[in-house]
C-alpha cells in the first residue's frame, strides 16, 4: 500500500471517516434516541413505565422463553453439529440444509405455520382442544415459535469449528480407553466451549428480541402472551412514547451486552482456536 | 504381542482399499507397513487398532480375536501422524488421560497417576515441561509427549502412523534412532507405517510392502534389498535405471545395444524367453576398461560430486543412464561430458514387462527408441546433475 503518500494518507482517512460516520447514522444514533426518548420525562417516569405490571409480565415472559428455547437449541445444535462433523450417514446434507431454513424463511411464515398447525382451525386443533391444550395464542407457541426461529444459531457456529478440528483427537482419547460419553466431556466439549458460549449468546439475543413469529402466535394478550417485543409495539401504538422506549432500552442494553461479551469471546475464542503451529504435514 | 492377519480385506463401495491381508508380526518385532499413499498402509493400521472396520479376514492380537474388540479394549498404543495431542490439556494431563479414564477399579490413585507421569516424562526426555500446552512444544516434543501418551496405558502393542513425517530432517534421524532403542529397552511389539524407504530400511526388523491394498513382499530390509520378487518392490525401495531388454538363448540383450549379457549371470534367473525389463542400481553400474567384458557403452553427460560418492549422468542404450560410486575407485580424469565409457552390470534384475508397476516419466531423450515404447528414464528423487 502507498501508506505513505500523502494522497494514500488521505485516501486512508477518508474510508475509515466513511465507515464510521455511517455507522454513527445508522447505529449510534438510534441507540442514543432509544435511550433519550426513554429518559424524556426523567428518570422518574423510566422507572415507572419500567414498574407497570404488564412490562414487568413482558420482562419475565421474554425470560422464560429464552430459558426455555435457548438450553433446547443449543442441546439440539451441539447434536447436530456432532452428527454431521463426527459421522458420515445417509441424509447429512439434507440435514445441513434443514438447519439453515429459519435463515430462509421469514419469520412471519414460520408463526403461521404454527398458527396453521396447533390452531383452532388447525391440523392439530380439534385435538388439542378435545384435550384442554393451549399452543397457539399461549406461553408453548412462543417458546415453540421462537424455538423455530433460532435453532441455526448454535448448530451454525459449532458445525465449522467442529468439522476444522476433525476427529483425531477422539480417535486418540478412543484407542486410550475413554467412553463416548467422556470423550465427549473431556474432550470435544472443551475444544468448542468459546464456539458453543458465542452460540449460545447470539441465540439468546434472538430468542429474547424475535418479534414476527411471536407476533402471530402471540395473540397480543396484555400481560400475559406479549414479550418485551411485543409488548414495545403495542406501547407504542398506543401512543407511550416513554413507555415503549423504557422497555426498548432494556432490549437495546441486552444488545450492549451481547455485543461487549460477543467481542469478548472474539478475542479469547481465537486464541482457542489458533491451530496449533504445526509443520505441515509431509506426503 | 504377536499380530496374525489373514485374508484381511476392505472395500467402501465399489472400490476396495486392501485385498486379502496376511501378515504375521511377531512378538518384540518392529515391523514397518511401507508403501507410496493410497496403498492402503494407514488403513491396515486404523484396522489393527479398531479405528475402522474390516469387512473381511481375521486379527488376533496375542491369543485374543481382536476384530470385534473396541479400540481401547486392544491393548494398544497408537501414536498419531500430527500426533493429535489433547489441545486444551497441558502435557501432564495428556499423558495420564489413559489412566485417568480407567474403570474405577483400574484407576490407579493420583499418586499413582502422578508417579507413573513423571516416570514417563523421563523416559521421554521431557522432564520439567509438564505444565505447557501442546501449543508450546517443538514438533520433536510434541512427538515424544504421543507417545509417552501411547505408552502411559502399558500397551502390548505400539502401532505408529507414520511417525516422523512431521519433522525436520535432522530431527528425524536423531528421533527415529531413539525411537527404535526405545523400543527394544521396554520390550514393545510395534507397527509403524512410512512411506519413506529409507526410514523403513534403517529402522525396520522387516518390512511389509504394500502396494493397492497387497503386501508385495516382506522380508528384512536386507532380504527386500537384494531379493525384490518384483520391479515394484525393486523401484521403491531406492533409484533404478530400468532398461527394455529380450531375452533369448540365454542371453539378454537391451533395447538399442548390441553387447549381451549372459542370463545366468543374473541372480537366480529362470527367465521365460522375449521380452523383460532389467532394472540395475546405481551402484551396480561400474565404469570397466577396454580388456573387461562389457554390457553397454555410453556416453558421460553429466558428473556431480556428493561427498565421497560420484554421480554420473550416461546416455546409454538410447536413455538416460545414472550410476554411482566411490570417488577413489573412479578414474574422474577421464569422466568429463562427451567421454565414452564401458558398463558392466554387477546386479541386475529381469522382470517380465507388464509388471514395470510404478510409473515413470518417460524417457527425454531426442531420438526415440527403434523397436519399443519410449523407455522411462531413471527414478532418483534427489537428482542433481549439471549437465
Known sequence: MASDSSSGRVRRFALIAVAFLYLAIFLVVPLIAVFSEALAKGLEAYRDALAQPDALAAVKLTLLVAAIAVPLNTAFGLAAAWAITKFEFAGKSLLTTLIDLPFSVSPVISGMVYVLLFGAQGLFGPFLAAHGLKIVFAVPGLVLATVFVTFPFVARQLIPLMQQQGTVEEEAALVLGASGWRIFRKITLPNIRWGLLYGVLLCNARAMGEFGAVSVVSGHIRGVTETMPLHIEALYNGYDVVGAFSVASLLALLALVTLVLKSLFETRYREELAPMAQPARVV | ?387
Open chain 2, 1 to 387: 504381542m504377536s499380530v496374525t492377519i489373514e485374508g484381511l480385506a476392505k472395500s467402501f463401495g465399489q472400490g476396495s482399499v486392501l485385498n486379502g491381508i496376511d501378515l504375521a508380526v511377531n512378538e518384540g518385532e518392529f515391523m514397518a507397513l511401507l508403501g507410496p499413499s493410497g496403498s492402503g498402509k494407514t488403513s491396515l493400521l486404523r484396522i489393527i487398532a479398531g479405528l475402522e472396520m474390516a469387512s473381511a479376514g481375521r486379527l488376533m492380537i496375542g491369543e485374543r480375536d481382536a476384530l470385534n474388540l473396541p479400540p481401547g479394549e486392544r491393548r494398544i498404543g497408537f501414536v498419531f501422524q500430527n500426533y493429535a495431542l489433547f489441545r486444551h490439556m497441558r502435557v501432564f494431563d495428556n499423558i495420564a488421560f489413559g489412566l485417568k479414564v480407567k474403570r474405577r477399579r483400574e484407576r490407579p490413585s493420583r499418586e499413582e497417576i502422578a508417579a507413573r507421569v513423571a516416570e514417563l516424562l523421563d523416559l521421554v526426555q521431557l522432564s520439567g515441561l509438564e505444565r505447557r500446552f501442546p501449543a508450546q512444544l517443538s514438533g520433536g516434543q510434541r512427538q515424544r509427549v504421543a507417545l509417552a501418551r501411547a505408552l502411559a496405558v502399558e500397551p502390548k502393542l505400539l502401532l505408529l502412523d507414520e511417525p516422523f513425517g512431521a519433522l525436520d530432517a535432522g530431527v528425524r534421524v536423531a528421533l527415529r534412532e531413539w525411537l527404535r532403542a526405545l523400543h527394544d529397552r521396554i520390550g514393545l511389539t510395534s507397527i509403524f507405517v512410512t512411506h519413506d524407504q529409507d526410514e523403513a530400511l534403517a529402522l525396520a526388523d522387516r518390512i511389509a510392502i504394500l502396494n493397492a491394498g497387497r503386501i508385495e513382499q516382506i522380508g528384512t530390509p536386507a532380504e527386500l534389498y537384494d531379493n525384490p520378487v518384483s520391479a515394484f518392490t525393486m523401484a521403491f525401495l531406492g533409484p533404478v535405471n530400468r532398461f527394455a531388454c529380450v531375452v533369448s538363448d540365454g542371453l539378454v540383450r537391451l533395447v538399442g545395444e548390441t553387447l549381451p549379457v549372459p542370463a545366468a549371470s543374473l541372480d537366480g534367473s529362470r527367465l521365460p524367453e522375449g521380452p523383460a525389463m532389467a532394472m540395475v542400481r546405481p551402484a551396480d553400474i561400474r565404469i570397466v576398461g577396454s580388456a573387461e567384458p562389457a554390457a553397454a557403452r555410453g556416453t558421460v553427460r553429466g558428473i556431480s560430486v556428493v561427498g565421497g560418492r560420484l554421480r554420473l549422468r550416461l546416455s546409454c542404450a538410447r536413455q538416460t543412464v545414472e550410476i554411482e560410486g566411490d570417488r577413489d575407485r573412479m578414474d574422474a580424469s577421464r569422466l568429463f561430458p562427451g567421454a565414452p565409457v564401458r558398463l558392466a552390470f554387477r546386479r541386475m534384475r529381469v522382470f517380465p514387462r507388464d509388471t514395470a508397476a510404478p510409473a515413470a516419466p518417460a524417457s527425454a531423450e531426442p531420438t526415440a527408441p527403434a523397436d519399443d515404447a519410449p523407455l522411462p528414464q531413471v527414478e532418483r528423487r534427489q537428482a542433481r546433475f549439471g549437465s
